[in-house]
């Protein structure tokens, strides 16, 4: 007569598996199989295990000699199934991915489930769980740029060094500047805010024409030096060096990293008293060092 192995229990395995037994939104079939393991830990045989919980000696057997050789793991998920999948739906996926990835739709900038779905001849949830799975996602576009300086990274790492380890006795301003700022009015005073409204303002607005916003982060303290000006010039970027020298103690050795434009490389520019020397350190960003 064969004998039912015994099962010894640790006192996590006792109490998770007593949760999983109690559990109101544990599935059904965990429930059943952290049944059988407790009571084949007290010792009960399989056929009074089956009997008690209403199933057959066989998903006895299966569970206790599941748990005996794989624990916890082996009750918790199930083992994989046999069979291979059909041909025609791995050759459908196949030609749902070569599709979204390497043909244009006509007359559209992006495959849709649906539009992709009346091309192949399919349905378009059977699209989106293949998009899903293998993480497509044709309607977002992200833009990028290679830089063709071939002393890109070791200008990259100029820059990224004066952000994470600025050097003692100094301070590192990231400067850029915001141009054509619409400043706007609206034509009536907004309606005093109260219980149960809002804060109001008016649809239609009058133009006080524009204005540019010259600023410096100052990325140790995370505090920002600004100003605005009426024009974009060379004359209004050096007004705003100046407002940052006179800020800046004297002490301290003056770090600025700021953008490529043509204002920033004006000759008059370049002949700041603080500013030594310029490195284009990317693309769009040199640094100047004091």
């Not at 991915?97 to 390497?102: A, G, K, P, R």
């Not at 705003?240 to 204002?263: C, E, G, M, S, W």
Request: proline content about 7%; aromatic content about 6%.
């Amino acid at each position: 007569m064969r004998i039912a192995p015994s099962i010894q229990l640790t006192d996590p395995e006792r109490q998770q598996l007593a949760q999983w037994a109690r559990g109101r939104r544990t599935p059904a079939r965990l429930v059943l199989r952290a049944k059988i393991a407790l009571f084949a830990a007290e010792g009960h045989d399989n056929q009074h295990i089956a009997a008690a919980l209403a199933t057959s000696r066989q998903t006895v057997g299966l569970w206790r000699h599941r748990f005996l050789t794989q624990r916890l793991a082996g009750l918790a998920q199930d083992a994989p199934r046999g069979g291979r999948p059909p041909k025609p739906r791995q050759a459908l996926i196949a030609r749902i991915l070569q599709t979204t990835t390497q043909v244009a739709p006509p007359a559209a900038t992006h495959w849709s489930t649906r539009t992709l779905a009346r091309y192949l001849g399919t349905n378009s949830a059977f699209v989106q769980r293949v998009w899903i799975a293998h993480g497509l996602q044709p309607h977002r576009v992200r833009t990028f740029k290679l830089s063709q300086d071939p002393h890109f990274q070791d200008k990259l790492e100029d820059v990224v060094g004066l952000y994470l380890h600025p050097p003692e006795h100094a301070v590192v301003l990231c400067v850029d500047e915001k141009s054509q700022i619409q400043a706007l009015d609206r034509t009536q005073p907004g309606l005093p805010l109260k219980k149960g409204r809002c804060g109001t303002l008016t649809h239609d607005y009058k133009r006080h024409g524009t204005t540019t916003l010259f600023a410096a982060l100052n990325v140790a303290e995370g505090s920002v030096l600004s100003t605005c000006a009426p024009r974009h010039r060379h004359q209004e970027w050096l007004k705003f060096l100046r407002l940052i020298d006179d800020r800046v103690p004297q002490d301290k050795a003056l770090h600025l990293i700021a953008d490529n434009y043509a204002t920033h490389k004006h000759p008059v520019v370049q002949r700041c008293s603080r500013a030594t020397h310029v490195c284009t350190c990317t693309s769009s960003r040199p640094v100047v060092r004091g």
